[in-house]
């Protein structure tokens, strides 16, 4: 199976800050990488798929990058209701894998 | 609204069987795959299988830990999708979600998924 790495596991930051999660996999996925976002006790959101491709209604504050096995999410302008965690996904493989998750903390 | 509700979970002892069901709404089921996706408290998320559209096969794919023992299938007639789980560890404790596959590319030899819209999720324990 491919592995999914982010780094870093938990990201404290302030409101209005940028911040960037890194995913890294295991082999090339070229740019069949998902991203999302989890409140506690919610289902996860989907925010990005194809890498950088944003999903309808997600906010533009949200931006993915990357292809191969090096992917990035940026959040531009960190707002309150962006303190959850987040997970990318590869779907290059029929047996997907999901990152560990990134939690993203109130500094 | 497009919509999917887990039903079914539940406590279950060890050994024994649990069938989930997803309930989709305000789309045309039968033209999505379906995958399952679990999470144990305090843990990340672990994809578990998934099931094709009937119109590029209906086949499924099983994540190694459940293979052998989950079987996913459809009933595009009702709009549900089912996870039936054999054989049940502890170890299979956790939420599990259904989430809508949207097909969202294909090269010659495989297309390619992703989870666009996701139920709130069903509990199911496996202890004595």
């Known amino acids: 199976d491919i592995q999914m790495t982010q780094s870093p596991s938990t990201l404290s930051a302030s409101v209005g800050d940028r911040v960037t999660i890194t995913c890294r996999a295991s082999?090339?996925?070229?740019?069949?990488l998902a991203w999302y976002q989890q409140k506690p006790g919610k289902a996860p959101k989907l925010l990005i798929y194809k890498a950088s491709s944003l999903e309808s209604g997600v906010s533009s504050r949200f931006s993915g990058s990357g292809s191969g096995t090096e992917f990035a999410l940026t959040i531009s302008g960190l707002q309150p209701d962006d303190f959850a965690t987040y997970y990318c996904q590869q779907y290059d493989s029929y047996s997907r894998t999901f990152g560990q998750g990134t939690k993203v903390e109130i500094k | 609204e497009v919509q999917l509700v887990e039903s079914g979970g539940g406590l279950v002892q060890p050994g024994r069987s649990l069938r989930l069901s997803c309930t989709a709404s305000g789309f045309s089921f039968g033209d999505y795959a379906l995958s399952w996706v679990r999470q144990a408290s305090g843990k990340g998320l672990e994809w578990v299988g998934f099931i094709k559209s009937k119109r590029y096969g209906g086949t499924t794919e099983y994540a190694a830990p459940v293979k052998g023992r989950f079987t996913i299938s459809r009933d595009d007639s009702k709009s549900i999708a089912y996870l039936q789980m054999n054989s049940l560890k502890t170890e299979d404790t956790a939420v599990y979600y259904c989430?809508?596959?949207?097909?969202?590319?294909?090269?010659?030899?495989?297309?390619?998924?992703?989870?666009?819209?996701w139920g709130k999720g069903t509990t199911v324990t496996v202890s004595s």
């Open positions: 989430a809508r596959d949207r097909r969202g590319g294909v090269r010659i030899t495989q297309d390619y998924y992703y989870m666009d819209v």
């Open positions: 082999q090339s996925i070229s740019y069949w």
